[in-house]
């Protein structure tokens, strides 16, 4: 009830194409939901997140959807760049504790 | 941008051997974290630690890990008898307080290997 599930686990996407990473939960407790990315040999980085309380949320070329009925949330990426290239956590979090996806690595063919 | 510092970024150790990871986390906050990466997998909680004491802790976290905030600035993990299988990246993790997501903010890791 814990898991946090996410696909796909790799992503080939053309510059200019629309990327997009989907996760599932259990846990009607977690009460908020980031997405982070990672570089290699960094840390991961909080990209966008979202509370349950809201469908959607944007920033720039990045726009979080949440299906809270179905328990589902899903990254988008517009535009894609090859600096977009990395891994993309998503998790979420339950008392201040993140439960991370497995994540999806992201490769954007110039 | 305020980080989260972590040192050494990289530590080769024997098996059985002690190590401490640092962490400096940022100054005005509350909570604290580690995080573990195997290569290739998911970062798992390991455990978080708030006014002094462990707050929660993962069933990763057994009698041979310790966290310490040795005096107002570090945060330090001490594994007592490093096993192959602790080779990761352990990531710290800092937050500022309520509502839970404010802040919380990765340092880049540091990578152990136990040989």
């Known amino acids: 009830q814990q898991q946090v599930k996410q696909s796909p686990q790799s992503l080939i996407v053309q510059k200019g194409g629309i990327s997009i990473i989907n996760c599932a939960y259990e846990n009607t407790a977690f009460d908020y939901f980031p997405w982070y990315q990672q570089f290699p040999g960094k840390g991961p980085a909080l990209l966008i997140a979202i509370r349950p309380d809201v469908s959607e949320k944007k920033e720039g070329r990045f726009t979080i959807s949440f299906n809270k009925s179905a328990k589902q949330f899903s990254l988008h990426i517009m535009d894609s760049q090859p600096g977009d290239s990395a891994t993309y956590f998503c998790a979420a979090l339950q008392g201040g504790k993140l439960i991370f996806g497995q994540g999806t690595t992201l490769q954007v063919k110039p | 941008e305020p980080e989260v510092t972590q040192t050494p970024s990289h530590q080769v150790t024997q098996m059985g051997q002690e190590v401490i990871l640092r962490c400096v986390p940022i100054?005005?906050?509350?909570?604290f974290y580690w995080y573990r990466q195997i290569l290739g997998q998911k970062v798992e909680f390991l455990v978080s630690f708030y006014n002094n004491e462990i707050s929660e802790k993962s069933e990763i976290f057994d009698d041979q890990f310790s966290v310490e905030r040795p005096d107002g600035s570090n945060f330090t993990l001490k594994i007592r008898s490093t096993k192959l299988e602790d080779s990761a990246m352990y990531f710290c993790a800092s937050r500022a307080g309520e509502p839970p997501s404010y802040g919380y903010t990765f340092g880049s890791g540091t990578r152990l290997t136990v040989v």
């Open positions: 100054s005005n906050h509350l909570y």
